[in-house]
């Protein structure tokens, strides 16, 4: 899986989005949850999307271009805006990207070191209600013990109501996980392919 250019799109609004690609792939969660951290991780570079310690670091829709005819898209986070004014313009922002049509599948990324939140619920049921396909990748790995892992795979499978198939364990920062989850992604552009032929 690789990238095909270095800086992504970047659009706030619908009418500034790329032209559409066969498939695309887009990350979704709370702030500082790890959506960039793990962008750049199956992509195997260091700086490719920004990541910071500080919630709010994306702001746009951010649009990666992979060779094999696909975007990843990296989101803001949601629950957390610094002023009024901004949390206005995310909510219009994730408005018009979920009913875009464009989304083959979302990745719902939670914190395993953190209860799951009700907007984590709501995202999921949004993505339900929409017929948008989703799995659910727990972040931060390397900061769980066992019984936290085993922990939070029960809660997460009751929570968000997905098979076992559908749930991800990484660690953006150890690389733990990220293979498989790499396959997924590369498994559900091959079937978007068989299907186009
Ligand atoms: N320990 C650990 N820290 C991580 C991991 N992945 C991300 N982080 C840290 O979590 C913080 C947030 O990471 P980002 O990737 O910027 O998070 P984001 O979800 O893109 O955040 P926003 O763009 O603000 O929504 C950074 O300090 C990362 O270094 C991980 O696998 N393990
Ligand atoms: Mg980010």
Do not use: C
């Amino acid at each position: 899986m690789q990238v095909k250019t270095n800086t992504p799109w970047m659009a706030e609004k619908a009418q500034d989005y790329p032209e559409r690609l066969p498939a695309e792939i887009a990350f979704f969660g709370r702030s500082n949850v790890g959506k960039s951290s793990l962008l750049n991780a199956l992509l195997n570079r260091k700086k490719l999307a920004y990541t910071s310690s500080m919630p709010g670091k994306t702001k746009t829709v951010n649009f990666y271009m992979m060779h094999d005819d696909f975007y990843i898209t990296d989101l803001p986070g949601y629950g957390y805006a610094h002023k009024q004014k901004q949390s206005n313009r995310f909510a219009e922002l994730f408005e018009d990207y979920l009913a875009s049509d464009r989304i083959t599948h979302a990745f719902l990324l939670i914190d395993g070191r953190q209860a799951i939140n009700p907007l984590d619920v709501s995202m999921a049921e949004t993505f339900n209600y929409l017929d948008i396909p989703f799995s659910i990748v727990v972040t931060k790995r390397d900061k769980l013990n066992q019984s936290a892992v085993h922990a939070i795979k029960t809660t997460a499978l009751e929570a968000f109501h997905v098979s076992e198939a559908s749930l991800y364990m990484v660690s953006s920062l150890k690389g733990k996980g990220i293979e498989s989850l790499r396959d997924a992604i590369e498994s559900m552009i091959q079937l978007v392919k068989d299907g186009a032929s």
